[in-house]
């Protein structure tokens, strides 16, 4: 299998100070859309810190070769100091190998009209054959975080491959509908973005997501008593952050990636940054069964907070009203459905 590697060590000569231990990345579909704009910002240090170094791991299929060699081209052009070294292969060993986060991003992204579990036959199997070679080749306390839709069952079907590997190492993006969620609160209420705090969208990436009003923040306020129409909360509201990525589909003929981008860095600075007092974000996650009726064995959504020792813990006790309870079940069945359409992938 054709690899090539870019060793920038001298680049190690001009960072000042105590070097840490390089953190190895490893992105799939890094030839694609959303890496375009998520590689150059890793590479800066926006993700892992501007004290980290980074070693590079590019994942793409054989005929995306040559221009993923034109996307390290231009990460070299860009000289970042922190990047250590980049490699770049079709060869899932060689890009895991050693690596301590996984970034799933590769897997074709949908049309107009389909929803995103459309593509969960297409999409599905290339999740069986990475999980098996993150388990094989990665660190063994490697985290492995799914952009790749659908992917929260996506997610759970590398969980499943990677034998040996915790469970609770495997995360899907929701990050992106919390954010669509915040900026649609923030706009009705006339506040800035920053003002909205404790959303967390429950369930599947998807049209049956709940992104929950209910315990959300604006000002430290509840957002019913900020934002009094509920008609809105409950129908256009909840409607337009499930169908936004549809939206970006229709508008721009191709689905959101600067954005999901974003929210992919986003995510794996939540995870490693200590959460702020009282705050949460949200990721999804394994199912233990136990809180707030989510069945076990799905990647939900869940309103999450990492410790100051890097641990995570799901936020418990959030009330949960009659009409959330419906739309978190709703988006539960959905999840275990899918679950049941990829039973012989597990
Ligand atoms: P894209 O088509 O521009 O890029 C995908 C890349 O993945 C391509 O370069 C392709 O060659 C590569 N690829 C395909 N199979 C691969 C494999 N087995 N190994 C390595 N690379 C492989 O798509 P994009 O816009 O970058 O989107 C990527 C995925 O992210 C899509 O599935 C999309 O639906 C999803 N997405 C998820 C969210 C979210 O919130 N979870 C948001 C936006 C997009
Ligand atoms: C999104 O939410 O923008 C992505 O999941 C892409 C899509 O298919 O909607």
């Known amino acids: 299998m054709p690899h090539f590697v870019v060793d920038s060590t001298r680049r190690q000569s001009i960072i000042n100070g105590v ?5 190895t990345v490893t992105v799939t579909g890094a030839a694609g859309n959303i890496s375009y704009s998520l590689l150059f910002r890793i590479a800066a240090g926006e993700m892992l810190g501007a004290d980290q170094p980074i070693v590079l791991k590019l994942l793409e299929i054989t005929p995306c070769l040559d221009k993923l060699k034109g996307v390290v081209m231009e990460l070299e052009d860009c000289a970042f100091p922190l990047v250590q070294e980049i490699v770049a292969t079709d060869d899932p060993a060689v890009a895991f190998k050693d690596a301590n986060w996984c970034m799933l991003v590769g897997s074709v992204p949908r049309k107009a009209g389909m929803e995103r579990k459309d593509l969960l036959g297409i999409n599905g199997k290339v999740f069986v054959g990475q999980g ?3 388990a094989e080749n990665a660190a063994p306390d490697c985290k492995v975080f799914v952009v790749g839709n659908p992917c929260n069952t996506n997610c ?8 040996g590997m915790p469970k609770e190492n495997f995360f899907a993006m929701t990050q992106l509908d919390e954010y669509r969620a915040k900026s649609q609160l923030a706009a009705k209420a006339g506040v800035p973005v920053a003002a909205v705090t404790n959303m967390v969208i429950w369930g599947n990436h998807s049209s049956t997501q709940y992104p929950d009003f209910t315990n959300a923040k604006i000002n430290g306020k509840p957002v019913t008593d900020v934002i009094s129409d509920i008609e809105w909360l409950k129908g256009d509201f909840i409607k337009t952050v499930q169908q936004r ?10 689905s959101s990636a600067a954005s999901a981008a974003n929210a992919a860095l986003m995510t794996i600075k939540n995870l490693v940054t200590p959460t702020p007092e009282g705050d949460w974000f949200s990721v999804s996650s394994i199912t233990d069964g136990t809180k707030y009726g989510l069945p076990a064995g799905i990647i939900c959504s869940q309103p999450t907070r990492t410790n100051a020792d890097g641990t995570h813990t799901i936020v418990e006790g959030l009330p949960i009203d009659e009409f959330s309870r419906a739309k978190i079940d709703a988006t539960c069945q959905e999840l275990l459905a899918e679950r049941a359409d990829i039973k012989d992938l597990l």
């Open 245 to 254: 990525g549809a939206a970006i589909i229709q508008a721009r003929g191709a």
């Open 156 to 163: 759970l079907i590398a969980l499943h491959n990677a034998t």
């Open 19 to 23: 070097m840490k231990t390089p953190v």
């Open 132 to 134: 098996k070679a993150i």
